[in-house]
């Protein structure tokens, strides 16, 4: 694979640390647990799209882009770090937000990647749930382009083909780093959305021959439909990065136990493993995505499906600037222990 032949704008904080979770190993009796933080990328509090981003903001500038246009729900982290890229780059960004969850807190509604989108300088629209986002955005497109602009789309979560370069790069890495420090990976684990992460994941461990499985937590789809959907993407990317003969329907794997309510609704495990995490770890997690992946996971060690002596590594994909959006869903009052 040689991803040095695609346009990429280097604006992560790359490589990620790949850390061992000591209390949270030993709280749990379990197999050893392994962090890589991508929520330590670098851009506007960090997460997995800026991996993305970097290719597919490298594409726009290449088209002479002059607005970028993104969609997504309304806490959306990729909305926030497209926001970050747009800035830096001297371009206007559009985001369109889809009330995906009916939430009416306030802080929901303004506060959290909401507050960091419009503190980037994006300006914002909102449609009602279940609006075909992609066929908006794509008719906020065309009035952009009417009006003499060059306008870039991206797909919801950045997952198309481009942006999942993103995680066959950090399939790349995460190898290397365990290479170094001799670190035999039984499973890698991590929230999966709209999909991208896990497709170049998955691209990019079996494009290396790396043995190495991935389990994605699924945080909305059932698990037919998401690893339908990762399927079809891992086999784009494959293409696109010139592995399409390494990869197999069987080595996406997804799991949907966690979902809850649906989608953006934090479960009382989501909750758990988030003050888990703060309390033991001193690291944040969100409500949306990396609090129900971490869920999936603790649930499973709990069940002793990984077991002592196994080594596995949850892909943090940020979202901490979610949790301000959530502040009511945690009932503490500032100064008070946890409830
Ligand atoms: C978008 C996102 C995910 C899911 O990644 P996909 O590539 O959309 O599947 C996971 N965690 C966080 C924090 C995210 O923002």
Redesign the pocket.
């Known amino acids: 694979m040689n991803l040095a032949r695609f346009p990429r704008l280097r604006f992560g904080h790359l490589p990620t640390p790949l850390e061992l979770l000591k209390n949270l190993t030993r709280e749990l009796g379990g197999p050893e647990i392994w962090i890589k933080r991508d929520?330590c990328t670098g851009m506007s509090t960090g997460?997995?799209?800026t991996r993305?981003l970097e290719f597919l903001m490298a594409q726009a500038q290449a088209e002479g882009a002059d607005i970028v246009l993104t969609q997504g729900a309304t806490q959306?982290?990729?909305a926030r770090q497209t926001a970050a890229f747009a800035a830096r780059m001297g371009v206007d960004c559009h985001i369109l937000l889809e009330d995906r969850t009916g939430i009416k807190d306030s802080n929901y509604q303004h506060n959290g990647n909401v507050f960091l989108d419009v503190l980037h300088g994006a300006s914002l629209e909102h449609h009602p749930g279940g609006t075909d986002m992609e066929a908006v955005m794509a008719a906020s497109a065309e009035g952009f382009r009417a009006q003499g602009r060059y306008p870039y789309t991206i797909p919801?979560?950045?997952?198309n083909p481009t942006g999942?370069l993103g995680?066959v790069n950090a399939a790349l890495e995460l190898v290397t780093q365990a290479n170094d420090q001799n670190l035999r990976i039984d499973e890698v684990i991590?929230?999966?959305?709209?999909?991208?992460?896990?497709?170049?994941l998955v691209a990019g461990l079996a494009g290396i021959s790396s043995g190495v499985p991935v389990l994605?937590i699924s945080?909305r789809a059932d698990r037919k439909n998401q690893e339908e959907n990762v399927f079809q993407l891992m086999v784009a990317t494959a293409e696109l990065a010139g592995c399409s003969t390494a990869v197999n329907r069987e080595d996406v794997v997804a799991n949907a136990d966690y979902v809850g309510e649906g989608y953006g609704i934090p479960t009382p495990g989501t909750i758990e493993a988030i003050r888990m995490l703060a309390q033991l770890e001193g690291i944040l997690l969100?409500p949306?995505?990396?609090g129900k992946?971490m869920a999936g996971l603790i649930d499973l060690i709990r069940k002793g499906v990984y077991r002592r002596g196994q080594n596995v590594v949850f892909v943090h994909?940020?979202?901490s600037a979610?949790l301000f959006g959530y502040t009511n869903r945690f009932q503490t009052v500032a100064g008070d222990a946890a409830a």
Request: overall charge neutral; proline content about 0%.
């Open positions: 929520d997460g997995n799209k993305k959306s982290n990729h919801g979560g950045g997952s999942a995680y991590h929230a999966t959305g709209s999909t991208g992460t896990q497709a170049g994605g945080v969100d949306v995505y990396s992946g994909t940020g979202g979610g």
